[in-house]
């Protein structure tokens, strides 16, 4: 039985073109670093210790702890002076980076159709960006009101994507199995993992990654229109309720 359904974000219930929300994102924080440090070096670094954090399998350090631990020595800032302005610009600068994204009303209504069927609602992004990241992207996709169940972040995940471990922590949070979880995505590497664990899969196809062109199968899949049309089914089908939708 479903009780749960995880939405990724980026390029589900968010639009985005990856690639240009990065290169905007990037451009925008090495603006507001240029007065501190070398925007290149820092760029650099940030990737560099982006890449250790996703990499991670430390279930003793958040996602948080273990990019700073790398970040912080080879940055050759004090960090009493660089985290205030990394915060800030979380807070600030980085909304510019919307013009990279659109907002689908598909997104909202397959959302709350999730909502009115009584189960939860989980942001399940790959928390590689702090909540509050997380929550501007969320308010770019139309979603700002929405109350989710959980929201993952870098602040208190202890792995990324495409780490089997990710969902584990999720469903312990949400105190949900596996098998009782939906995971929605568009990244078939990030994504589809979730169904090594149990976990039942929607892959949506507008914005669709799958950079290593592996082979996959999903459990359902289709575009965010399609999804939103479908999600109310597809969970009464799951949990033999299929025709009593309103």
């Known amino acids: 039985m479903i009780k749960s359904v995880l939405f990724d974000l980026d390029g589900t219930l968010l639009p985005l073109d990856q690639d240009a929300f990065l290169r905007e994102y990037l451009r925008l924080f090495g603006i507001?670093?240029?007065?501190?440090?070398?925007?290149?070096?820092?760029?650099?670094?940030?990737?560099?210790?982006?890449?250790?954090?996703?990499?991670?399998?430390?279930?003793?350090?958040?996602?948080?702890?273990?990019?700073?631990?790398?970040?912080?020595?080879?940055?050759?800032?004090?960090?009493?002076?660089?985290?205030?302005?990394?915060n800030d610009f979380y807070k600030t600068d980085f909304c510019a980076a919307?013009?990279?994204?659109?907002?689908?009303?598909?997104?909202?209504?397959?959302?709350?159709?999730?909502?009115?069927?009584?189960?939860?609602?989980?942001v399940a992004t790959n928390p590689v960006f702090p909540l509050a990241a997380v929550k501007q992207r969320l308010g770019w996709a139309g979603l700002s009101d929405i109350k989710f169940s959980h929201i993952t972040s870098y602040e208190h995940c202890h792995f990324c994507k495409p780490n089997p471990e990710y969902y584990l922590e999720v469903a312990r949070r949400i105190d949900r199995k596996p098998e009782e979880c939906l995971m929605v995505g568009n990244d078939v590497e990030e994504d589809l993992?979730?169904?090594?664990?149990?976990?039942?899969?929607?892959?949506?196809?507008?914005?669709?990654?799958?950079?290593?062109?592996?082979?996959?199968?999903?459990?359902?899949?289709?575009?965010?229109q399609e999804l939103a049309e479908s999600i109310g089914e597809i969970i009464m089908a799951e949990n033999g309720t299929a025709g009593k939708l309103a």
Do not use: C, H, W
């Open 32 to 86: 507001r670093v240029a007065g501190i440090v070398e925007p290149k070096k820092f760029i650099d670094q940030l990737l560099a210790s982006t890449m250790i954090m996703i990499g991670s399998n430390d279930r003793t350090k958040t996602n948080q702890q273990v990019f700073f631990e790398d970040f912080l020595p080879n940055i050759g800032v004090d960090e009493a002076v660089l985290l205030p302005v990394i």
């Open 98 to 122: 919307k013009v990279t994204s659109s907002e689908n009303a598909a997104a909202r209504r397959a959302v709350t159709t999730v909502a009115l069927l009584g189960l939860d609602v989980v």
């Open 193 to 224: 993992i979730a169904a090594t664990i149990g976990m039942k899969t929607f892959l949506v196809t507008d914005y669709l990654l799958n950079q290593k062109k592996l082979a996959y199968t999903a459990d359902y899949q289709g575009t965010l």
